[in-house]
């Protein structure tokens, strides 16, 4: 399988590259930063910027999978995510390949659900990041793309233990880190498109090795309903 992995250079981003060569995907890379990545014979690295629509065009060309893993180290008001999503519609619609995009819980709708702590914390702190990467959620969601949004809990730096969990609506009582207390074995929210269909290539939320999505994460469709739902067979 091809994938396009955008915001390749750390975290996440480089986990699913790792994760992925090591399943013997091909690999295309976009990110500002290219010395992190490996070296390696199926990885093609292409160093531009995620809000380039020329650069996301030439990278997501021949994917069969695109994943979006985008970060910033500032916490003031950015466009960088919104931007992005822009970039990536002028380029994907009338595609059916399907995207994946990593934002985070305590995003949109999911804010409600977090510890009334944890979400003060995280407003002071990353709430004119969280903003726009709620506008991002918006454009998505109102296109006709095969996405699905992935919103982990807190990320580190740990070994993934157990067997990941995806969860697939918003409820009380969700168990996410930072919002209301640690799960084992890590889970992790996501919601897709009613008619998208699931994606299982690289599953960047159950790396072994690097960052991997830790804790509970919410997962929800547009057909409603709920539960838990097995993580991506990889």
Not at 79 to 86: G, I
Not at 119 to 131: D, E, K, T
Not at 169 to 191: D, I
Request: glycine share 10%; charged share 15%.
């Amino acid at each position: 399988m091809n994938i396009t992995v955008i915001g390749a250079s750390a975290g996440v981003g480089l986990a699913t590259v790792h994760a992925a060569l090591s399943r013997g995907h091909r690999v295309t890379t976009l990110s500002r930063s290219v010395d992190a990545l490996p070296a390696a014979e199926n990885l093609t690295v292409v160093q531009g910027t995620a809000t380039s629509v020329d650069d996301v065009r030439r990278v997501t060309a021949s994917a069969d999978e695109v994943l979006v893993t985008l970060g910033t180290k500032k916490l003031g008001t950015t466009t960088l995510f919104s931007d992005a999503t822009a970039a990536l519609l002028e380029t994907m619609t009338g595609r059916r390949t399907p995207v994946i995009v990593v934002t985070g819980f305590g995003i949109g709708d999911s804010a409600q659900f977090q510890n009334p702590v944890a979400r003060i914390f995280m407003n002071a702190l990353l709430g004119r990041m969280y903003a726009d990467k709620a506008r991002m959620e918006e454009i998505l969601t109102a296109t006709s793309l095969q996405w699905e949004i992935v919103r982990p809990g807190i990320l580190s730096n740990n070994s993934t233990t157990g067997t990941p969990t995806g969860i697939t609506s918003l409820h009380k009582g969700m168990k996410v880190p930072g919002s209301a207390g640690r799960t084992s074995p890590p889970s992790w929210s996501t919601r897709r498109r009613s008619d998208a269909t699931p994606a299982n290539s690289s599953c960047p939320s159950s790396t072994p090795s690097g960052r991997h999505l830790g804790g509970a994460s919410n997962a929800r469709n547009r057909r409603g309903g709920g539960g838990r739902s097995p993580p991506p067979s990889c």
